[in-house]
């Protein structure tokens, strides 16, 4: 009941994890179990992986969220830098070390010798996506997300014209409910139980934190991570979202968000009754 999440091949070895983050190596056409000779970790607790698009003459080795060159012929380990990445992931590498990869509907560059993420928009229109979810705004326009990429779109129901934004949180997943309401909208995203705030008027920094703001994580605090039960604006003026509990866990929560303080606070199991077998 396991699959394989991620797998890399250099040389004769192919190196794979699986959906419970076990680690696997084998060796040649037989598959042989077999252990990489990698260079020693810097950091004692081990690499946490090697990227998919080391070669047979270079590897790049992970450990959290530094990448490091390892040049397999002269046995030489070198620390290309520490990304933080935000739900980004870096796919390719240059021969001069710059990195290139994905973030929402952005693509990262990092340049050679430097150690700054830069996020630049993909130029070109997008062809249609699946809608993930869809609501109206008071003012006009219509709010939709697709499956995957964690992204909004505005949609002007009456010249079908509209926009796209980034990511409006750092983890990955999409969003499931929204509600507009002030002039501002209100996302509920999987899969980090996350709740944010976009403001259209205002320009998009997400990535700096000012707008979208996010606003709080319901994940670590109640073990939630899938919004299923979208968000509704109640007749109290709060912002009701019902959430899934986490992979391996049972049960869900109701989380309250009140859009004038940005505060939240959630019950898990909100219907829960408690039972007293017979005697």
């Known amino acids: 009941d396991r699959f394989a999440s991620s797998a890399s091949v250099v040389g004769d070895y192919l190196m794979a994890n699986d959906s419970d983050g076990n680690k696997y190596t084998f060796k040649g056409p037989e598959l042989?179990?077999?252990?990489?000779?990698?260079?020693?970790?810097?950091?004692?607790?081990?690499?946490?992986?090697?990227?998919?698009?080391?070669?047979?003459?270079?590897?790049?080795?992970?450990?959290?969220?530094?990448?490091?060159?390892?040049?397999?012929?002269?046995?030489?380990?070198?620390?290309?830098?520490?990304?933080?990445?935000?739900?980004g992931r870096i796919m390719a590498a240059g021969g001069d070390g710059a990195l290139w990869g994905v973030r929402g509907q952005d693509y990262l560059v990092v340049l050679p010798d430097s150690d700054e993420i830069i996020l630049k928009s993909i130029p070109p229109t997008g062809r249609g996506r699946v809608m993930h979810m869809l609501v109206a705004d008071e003012t006009g326009p219509l709010w939709t997300g697709p499956t995957f990429g964690q992204t909004i779109s505005r949609v002007d129901p009456e010249t079908g014209g509209g926009e796209q934004t980034g990511a409006v949180v750092d983890k990955g997943g999409e969003v499931y409910g929204a509600v507009a309401v002030n002039g501002k909208v209100y996302t509920a995203s999987y899969s980090g139980a996350d709740l944010a705030v976009y403001d259209p008027k205002l320009p998009w920094?997400?990535?700096?934190?000012?707008?979208?703001?996010?606003?709080?994580?319901?994940?670590?605090?109640?073990?939630?991570?899938?919004p299923t039960g979208e968000m509704l604006l109640a007749g109290d003026g709060m912002l009701y979202s019902g959430w899934q509990a986490a992979y391996s866990r049972f049960g869900g929560a109701l989380a309250k968000l009140d859009p004038d303080t940005g505060e939240i606070t959630a019950r898990e199991e909100p219907l829960a009754v408690s039972y007293t077998p017979p005697t």
């Open 205 to 226: 920094d997400q990535w700096g934190g000012i707008n979208p703001k996010h606003l709080g994580s319901i994940q670590s605090s109640h073990n939630q991570c899938r």
């Open 32 to 87: 042989t179990p077999a252990i990489v000779p990698f260079p020693p970790c810097p950091n004692e607790s081990g690499w946490s992986g090697i990227a998919p698009f080391s070669t047979d003459e270079i590897w790049w080795l992970i450990d959290g969220p530094d990448y490091y060159r390892y040049d397999v012929a002269a046995d030489a380990l070198s620390h290309r830098g520490r990304f933080e990445l935000r739900g």
